[in-house]
């Protein structure tokens, strides 16, 4: 199964990224900065970088998020 982890640089995200690979599953992990996907990578996740509070970090095609 493919699991989504947001915050996966955090404290318990690494661990627990592991623990669900172990387990079968592939991890997308998404971070805030550089060094957390460092982290992620090393732990075998797929990281991606985002801060999911910026709506403007959601944008495809230079509009404000939200103005479809």
Known sequence: MKVL???ASGTIGPPLV???????H???AIHRSPRGGDV???AQATA???DVLD???HDRD???AGRR
């Open 62 to 64: 230079g509009q404000p």
């Open 5 to 7: 982890l947001a915050g």
């Open 18 to 24: 592991r623990q669900l690979q172990t387990a079968g």
């Open 48 to 50: 991606i970088q985002v």
């Open 26 to 28: 592939h991890m997308v």
């Open 40 to 42: 992620l990578r090393a």
């Open 55 to 57: 709506r403007n970090a």
